[in-house]
């Protein structure tokens, strides 16, 4: 397999392995960043490349917070992944985002609070454009992926990223209901961010399992009630991968793959030998 990949995996809450992958490769990686969550699994699905791995762990062992986010966006670019697909559990903060359902959003809000949310510390200072955190490339064709498997799909939404481990209490969903969120889960930030920075399309599958706590009518939600919906949609989700991957152009031509280009603020002649050695795989092509 010495072709680049045409996608990356993240599997989330109850998504911890890719059984229809074949000609399986399984790599321990370390990174400057820590270990990522997982071994990667590296193997073929629709004769293409495919890279994945399990956000939480194997057996569900990480929560929210601990992630290694940085770690597990950094071994996938190290194996050539360009494109990120992450798929996520989530509550409904609308009353036509439905259990069951599909959501691809556009937005995201970042309330999450004691999480690393960038690559770069001291020794090298850049500042990205989030604007529109998800790349409209991927998530589009991950849309028209999911209709052509019969998927119950709604294209865009605000994703809102809180803190966990705890569910929320009913006067938080309520406001976020009044800021005009949509979805709401606890991993696609700082991921997403970390993705552009690593100039990689990202895009989320977010599987609508609940409807948070503010809905009367419906049980509070419960991580019972979250793998239900997950366990009932994870058909779903291999044949939306499986159709992904045949859909996805051989080249990634959007804007995200040069997300650094006008983004790095120190001078390059001051950057220390041992910031650029922990930076090489992200910045090497604009200080070279």
Known sequence: ?????????????GTYDMPDLTDVEMQEVSTPFGEPSSPLAIGKLNGRKVVFLARHGKG????????NYRANIYA????????VLAIS????LR??????????????????????RSFFESGL?????????????????????TEEVSGSV?????YITIEGPRFSTRA??????????SIIGMTTSPEAFLAREAEMCYAVMAHVTDYDVWHQAEEPVTVEMVFQTVKKNTNLAQKVIARLVADLPEEVTCECHTALEDAIATNPDIISEAARKRYSLLVDRYLS
């Open 154 to 158: 709604h294209r865009g939404g605000c």
């Open 95 to 116: 009353e036509d985002y439905v259990p069951g359902e599909i959501v691809i959003p556009d937005q995201l809000f970042d309330h999450t609070v004691s999480r690393p």
């Open 60 to 67: 569900h062992i990480y929560p929210p917070t601990t992630v």
């Open 125 to 145: 200072v850049t500042h990205i454009s989030v604007a529109d955190p998800f790349c409209p490339d991927l998530s589009e064709t991950l849309a028209s992926s």
């Open 1 to 13: 397999m010495d072709k680049k990949p045409v996608l990356g995996v993240i599997g989330g809450s």
């Open 172 to 181: 938080e969903s309520n406001i976020f209901r009044a800021w005009g969120m």
């Open 89 to 92: 559990a989530c509550g409904s």
């Open 76 to 83: 996938l670019k190290m194996f050539g992944v360009e494109r």
